[in-house]
């Protein structure tokens, strides 16, 4: 079946523009996180929603990051007023209900010039 | 504090030759340790899970081992297209759904 997309592949935008990155989970997935990760550096935790509770946003370095999941499916990460340091790869992943594994989409990769 | 640490941060081998990645962690309660492997420009991409000390799994060329203080990514007669980046994840009780997750070990086999 279908895995995780995210859209765009690629973004570059100029520093102090909001960007908007897309996913979609995989279909019956009701786990999705958000992750960053920089050059040579790990995955960083972001932000995850599980169903229709409320999102853990312990990960979310500034609050010019924002989150949103609507209809428990697709999901927006949103950066405002970014910053050169903002410049990473942007990893969506979703999990089945009742299982740990995660499954990752692609990725959107974003250049803060 | 939880914690997952990967050794060695980079290995080179020659086709065929078999090796291991090391894959440590300190948490409380594990819950389920995950490897994946991620290729250059993608995602990860999901191998295996382990819940207990003492279970394995294989899948062609890699199997992966657990232990109460660590986990083994066994990679036998290895090829080229085995070349990427390892990671290693756990799952620690009482931490909701988020995982904690190493630096990776960087693997590339020369043919």
């Known amino acids: 079946g279908a895995g995780v997309s995210q859209s765009p592949s690629n973004k570059v935008t100029e520093k102090g523009k909001d960007v908007e990155l897309r996913c979609d989970p995989i279909?019956?997935?009701?786990?999705l996180y958000w992750y960053r990760q920089s050059l040579g550096q790990g995955l960083e935790f972001l932000i995850y929603?599980?169903?229709?509770?409320?999102?853990?946003k312990s990960g979310l370095p500034s609050d010019r990051f924002s989150a949103e999941r609507t209809g428990g499916s697709v999901s927006t990460l949103t950066i405002q007023r970014t910053q050169q340091e903002d410049s990473a790869v942007y990893l969506c992943?979703?999990?089945?209900?009742?299982?740990?594994?995660?499954?990752f989409g692609p990725g959107t990769r974003l250049t803060v010039t | 504090e939880d914690q997952v640490t990967q050794s060695p941060e980079a290995l080179r081998l020659q086709e065929g030759e078999s090796s291991s990645l090391n894959c440590s962690y300190t948490?409380?309660?594990?819950?389920?340790l995950f490897w994946y492997r991620q290729d250059p420009g993608k995602g990860p991409e999901f191998l295996f899970t382990?819940?207990?000390?003492?279970e394995e799994k294989e899948k062609e060329r890699l199997k992966a081992t657990l232990t109460k203080k660590e986990s083994f990514l066994h990679i036998t007669a290895p090829k080229p297209e085995d070349s990427a980046t390892y990671l290693c994840?756990?799952?620690?009780?009482?931490?909701?759904?988020?995982?904690?997750w190493g630096l990776g070990t960087s693997l590339a086999v020369n043919p």
């Open positions: 382990l819940y207990s000390a003492g």
């Open positions: 279909s019956g997935h009701t786990a």
């Open positions: 992943a979703s999990s089945h209900p009742g299982a740990y594994e995660q499954y």
């Open positions: 948490v409380s309660g594990l819950r389920g």
């Open positions: 994840a756990v799952q620690a009780a009482g931490n909701n759904r988020k995982l904690i």
């Open positions: 929603f599980q169903g229709n509770s409320a999102p853990d």
